[in-house]
């Protein structure tokens, strides 16, 4: 009985639209039913998919191939949001800008999409290349329609290489590419090809040797051998399954004097390189697995300081993607010692300089190897003269650190850390985090009250029970204990200038400054913001055209708006005297 109900419902639904239908003029009735097949020929017609307005229509997309490709990146959706990891489609959607495609550890590295050879170190950088191509090709029927992305996984060190192919089922291979920072001459690779398992096939090995004259020494020979794992040359992928395959590339090299052809050094040398080279690809293809892991936790310890930069920010300061694609790749290039464990000895004075984020040639997009070799050597130019020598004998965590000192103008003292930025030039919301002090850890953030302001307050977190201590403005007042919860602190201008913020573990070491004499006044920086230039121009401007009578009404206005202004100070004794 309810179904018949149903069904009279429905018949009675149908009958009502039916009648409306025919109560429409003949004009009306022919539009609709010219608008109802233009509908069904622009969702049906695949000469108009092209047009829709957006690329889904429902759950119905134009390309299986690119819908295929979407599900696999979104899982670095999140991850682009935070800056931690960069998407590029081939060919680049809107809003997207090329990027190089390059991985490296400091002693072997390469690009995808630059000229695909290896690069190794010369000492300093990965600045002499290889024309070796470790990079698996692989086809697919031209009739299928295709769609290529690559991620640059920056908190993992990972580069992603993903092809969706689609004639009538959409299949994916997906390349895989990274570089050790412990095993530092071998590279990882993983191809997963899947038509939505895993086997580990019996690979054999392949060593190449070459010789080379050395672009840095004179009568000098570079020897290298490369070695790789092997792959079939065809290898079939059955329908809906999973089939991976993973291959290491390790390279050795090595100097020899350039002699007569009939010595015998360079065959001893290739016949040594040989023998470790196999060694290694051996121990690696075993513990594979384990490696990737452990090359995946070594890239998220580094990362785990850095320095956030928001959306919104001033003009003068570096994007935040901007800031973590620069550091990683000064990182992949840059040669440093292993990691090493906290040291409690002196650092040096790092960073002793104006600061990075002021630089912009310091934050740019390398676009071929060249570029991110340049890069490389202009960071380890200016961390090695504003006194962070020492961080590069202390791994690349190290070296990250004193990137991130050098952003914001931290710089190690004896005895304290102290924070000597400009405060007329911190005009955006920036967050230092992980920074390490002797073992323990702080956390920096500069708080600007009004957009593009100069900065109001620093907060100052302590992560660890260790106890530190804080004071600002040279210590003119009693410092405080750092806890996890934060403290604030108004940003002062002394005069004459002293660092914003003093850090330290030894409270008395924090007194000690406070006695100093050489402060004369301190005052707290003002919010507004002001041209100083452009101040100074108007008040000499009318000084020098208003009559002594008229000059103290000036003076005193315009000290009034010059207070405003940041890092000037203008008194009646001076106007007095000059």
């Not at 300093?124 to 769609?147: A, C, G, K």
């Not at 690559?150 to 969706?164: A, E």
């Not at 452009?534 to 008229?550: D, E, G, N, P």
Request: glycine content about 4%; proline content about 5%; charged content about 20%.
């Amino acid at each position: 009985m309810f179904v018949f109900k149903r069904l009279d419902g429905l018949r009675n639904w149908l009958k009502g639209r039916a009648l409306f239908i025919s109560s429409l003029s003949l004009r009306c009735r022919r539009l609709l039913f010219v608008s109802l097949v233009a509908i069904v020929i622009f969702i049906f017609s695949p000469v108009l998919r092209n047009f829709h307005p957006s690329k889904y229509l429902g759950s119905y997309h134009i390309d299986q191939a690119y819908v295929c490709l979407e599900n696999r990146i979104s899982h670095w959706k999140e991850a682009v949001g935070s800056k931690d990891a960069i998407i590029t489609h081939n060919p680049l959607e809107s809003e997207e800008a090329s990027m190089l495609a390059y991985v490296g550890n400091g002693v072997i590295g390469m690009s995808l999409n630059g000229n695909r050879h290896l690069y190794i170190s010369d000492g300093d950088s990965l600045s002499i290349e290889i024309p070796y191509e470790s990079l698996l090709t692989f086809t697919v029927d031209e009739r299928h329609s295709q769609s290529e992305a690559t991620v640059i996984d920056l908190r993992r060190g990972l580069i992603h290489n993903i092809h969706s192919y689609s004639k009538h089922l959409p299949v994916r291979v997906k390349f895989k590419h990274t570089g050790h920072k412990r095993w530092k001459k071998s590279k990882m690779h993983s191809e997963n090809f899947s038509a939505p398992k895993p086997g580990l096939p019996n690979i054999p090995l392949s060593v190449v040797t070459n010789s080379m004259k050395h672009p840095k020494l004179r009568d000098t020979d570079l020897i290298i051998a490369v070695g790789s794992s092997s792959i079939a040359p065809v290898e079939m992928v059955p329908f809906e399954s999973v089939k991976s395959l993973q291959f290491l590339t390790a390279v050795h090299s090595k100097t020899v004097p350039r002699v007569k052809p009939t010595t015998s050094a360079p065959l001893i040398a290739e016949k040594s390189l040989r023998k470790m080279i196999v060694e290694e690809l051996k121990n690696g293809i075993q513990q594979e697995e384990s490696l990737r892991e452990e090359q995946s936790s070594t890239w998220r310890k580094i990362w785990m300081s850095g320095v956030s930069v928001p959306v919104k920010h001033h003009p003068d300061t570096p994007a935040g993607n901007k800031v973590n694609i620069t550091m990683y790749y000064v990182l992949s290039s840059l040669t440093t010692s292993l990691a090493k464990q906290p040291s409690q000895s002196y650092p040096g004075r790092c960073y002793q300089g104006v600061p990075t984020m002021h630089t912009a040639l310091m934050w740019t997009y390398p676009k071929t190897e060249l570029d991110v070799t340049n890069l490389a050597m202009k960071w380890k130019t200016s961390l090695m003269t504003h006194g962070c020598e020492s961080f590069f004998d202390r791994g690349t965590i190290y070296l990250h650190q004193a990137m991130v000192l050098s952003f914001g103008g931290f710089t190690f003292a004896r005895g304290h850390l102290e924070f000597a930025a400009n405060p007329a030039k911190l005009q955006t919301d920036i967050f230092f985090h992980h920074i390490e002090y002797y073992g323990s850890f702080v956390n920096v953030k500069v708080l600007v009250s009004h957009q593009w302001s100069q900065a109001a307050e620093i907060k100052v977190w302590a992560e660890n029970q260790d106890k530190l201590f804080a004071c600002e403005a040279g210590c003119q007042f009693p410092p405080v204990i750092l806890s996890s919860k934060g403290m604030t602190f108004p940003v002062k201008i002394t005069s004459p200038v002293t660092p914003l913020l003093y850090i330290s573990n030894n409270e008395s070491h924090l007194l000690s400054l406070r006695k100093m004499d050489f402060i004369q006044k301190i005052w707290k920086a003002e919010l507004l913001s002001c041209s100083v230039a452009h101040s100074v121009a108007q008040l000499l401007t009318q000084l020098l055209s208003c009559s002594v009578a008229q000059l103290l009404i000036v003076v005193k206005v315009r000290i009034r708006l010059l207070t405003h202004c940041r890092y000037f100070q203008i008194t009646w004794s001076q106007l007095k005297e000059n």
